[in-house]
């Protein structure tokens, strides 16, 4: 598994408390049975996914 640098997600969110959000919130769309966005998710924790998705830019959010 690559690891992705943390400083690289803040960069994509904003700010580590954005980035903790935003993974969060997509880690419990993909427990309650959402598609991974992202391919080789076979033998991944739903964080790891989230994370990888984020990193790739295949997460979409808005900042209210």
């Known amino acids: 598994m690559i690891s992705i640098p943390v400083e690289d997600l803040i960069e ?3 700010s580590l408390f954005k980035l ?3 993974a969060s919130q997509r880690t419990v769309e993909l427990n309650d049975g959402s598609d991974p966005r992202i391919e080789n998710t076979k ?3 739903t964080a790891a ?3 990888h998705e984020i990193a790739e830019g295949k997460v979409d ?3 209210e």
Do not use: D, P, Q, Y
Request: hydrophobic share 55%.
């Open 61 to 63: 959010f808005t900042l």
């Open 43 to 45: 033998n991944k924790k």
């Open 12 to 14: 994509k969110t904003g």
């Open 49 to 51: 996914i989230a994370l």
């Open 20 to 22: 903790v959000v935003l």
